[in-house]
């Protein structure tokens, strides 16, 4: 291959993977748009009041558009929640190598309650809908029991423990517990105290020798 075949392939493979990183970002755009839109609706008008026609009329975008991004309205909370696990699963990893496995864990968690608190209505609203809607709540737990298992990974990883050591997997169901409980009271109080604090007062609550 001469040297202008060569120049010619280089400048062709970069044309295509700028138009795969505008593409991607377009299609990142759309979803957040979507996403925001429905979250949106379904915290304030209700789950079962929401339709599919009112998220695509208010994210400015077809039902054949939506159906690409998600297959229900249902997902969009879900996917919502997956990429708050994904966060969770990073800022656990890149706590401090010193800090205590319950320590880190309850730090990790800030990533749900940095986000709730950008938007604290819509969260709340949110977070009810998920804990009453039998269908929302069997799919958090199911996405809750994915992030214990990667949190017991991370720990254990951290730990340097050995396969059959027992102590990360405890400290992520111990952890979640504390977070669960938590969570539950927010909901139960509408608000009436802060979800970082109500998550403190919990872990605060926890044994020392499960720390």
């Known amino acids: 291959m001469s040297t202008g075949d060569l120049r010619v392939a280089r400048n062709t493979a970069y044309d295509d993977a700028v138009t795969r990183s ?43 558009t939506f159906f690409r991004y998600f297959r229900s309205k249902e997902d969009v909370i879900i996917e919502f929640l997956s990429d708050l696990g994904d966060k969770l699963r990073d800022a656990l990893a890149a706590r401090p190598a ?14 749900f ?15 009810t809908i998920t804990l009453t809607t039998p269908a929302l709540l069997a ?4 996405r809750q029991a994915q992030w214990r298992a990667e949190a017991t990974t991370v720990l254990a990883e951290r730990a340097g423990a050995d396969a059959d050591d027992l102590a990360p997997a405890l400290v992520a169901a111990v952890g979640f517990a504390a977070f669960d409980v938590a969570l539950t009271a927010w909901v139960r109080a509408n608000g009436a105290a802060r979800l970082h604090d109500l998550i403190g007062n919990a872990f605060d609550r926890l044994p020392a020798t499960v720390s």
């Open 139 to 142: 799919r958090y737990l199911e």
């Open 113 to 127: 309650t940095e986000t709730y608190a950008e938007h604290e209505e819509k969260s709340l609203r949110l977070a």
């Open 22 to 64: 505008l593409a991607e970002r377009k299609r990142q755009l759309v979803r957040d748009e979507l996403t925001e839109s429905a979250l949106r609706l379904l915290a304030f008008q209700g789950y079962e009041q929401t339709t599919v026609d009112q998220i695509v009329a208010a994210a400015g975008v077809s039902r054949r």
């Open 98 to 111: 010193a800090a205590p496995p319950m320590v880190a864990l309850r730090r990790a968690l800030d990533v």
